[in-house]
């Protein structure tokens, strides 16, 4: 089996998934996955200021909607490493946003983003492909980017630990997903890959110890009896 957490293999796999990531994200969620979205990022909060954002692993562009409406007047960026996510999303910011949203194709583990620019972070759903070691130059990158003071959110499908809804959760991301997968999409593999990180990373509440690491204050959450976890804070 591949390295799942080499860079290229994780890129290689969005870049499959580009056209359809968006919907079954909803799917594979039972539709949850836009309400943890609004749940998450309400930890934000919202301003009138002309201030920075970032999105990080941004995919689609799912995100920005909300960004844009609770923070009128910031400027908003966007980070990912898929370029056919990348090219995706840009056809999102010409017709919903008239490009306003600075769109950048860059790994965020390997990044030339200024140092102590940004006013907040958010992220949704990227957490569970990076291994521990990423996931510690991923908090030093979230602290080095953002101003002091400066707040982040994250949010991730997880292992619930609930036994009985565990093992649902398991048999429908492993199992029907992959049949939906190839059903509408002719891949069923890619999907398969969902549940493969999700089993693997859990949840959020072992990553809020790497980010307490590199200096940042952090709050664990989880949504729905644990089907999905956050972490936010401020550094």
Known sequence: MPDIYEPDYVKELFNQMSGSYERMNYITSFGFSIRWRKQFLRKLGASQEPIQIIDLLSGLGENWEFLHKNFPKA????????????????????RKFDNKIQITCQNILANQLPTGFFDYVSCAYGLKTFNQEQLQILAKEVTRILKPGGV?????VSKPSNKMLALLYKFYL?????????????????????WIYTEKFKNTSYVKQVFEEAGLEVRHEPYFFGCASGLSGRK
């Open 75 to 94: 400027d908003i960026w966007a980070l990912d490493f898929s370029e056919k996510m990348v090219r995706q999303s840009q056809l999102k910011n010409a």
């Open 174 to 194: 492993g199992k029907v997903i992959p049949i939906l997968g190839k059903l509408f999409l002719g891949n069923p593999e890619d999907y398969r890959m969902l």
């Open 152 to 156: 982040f959110t994250f949010v991730e």
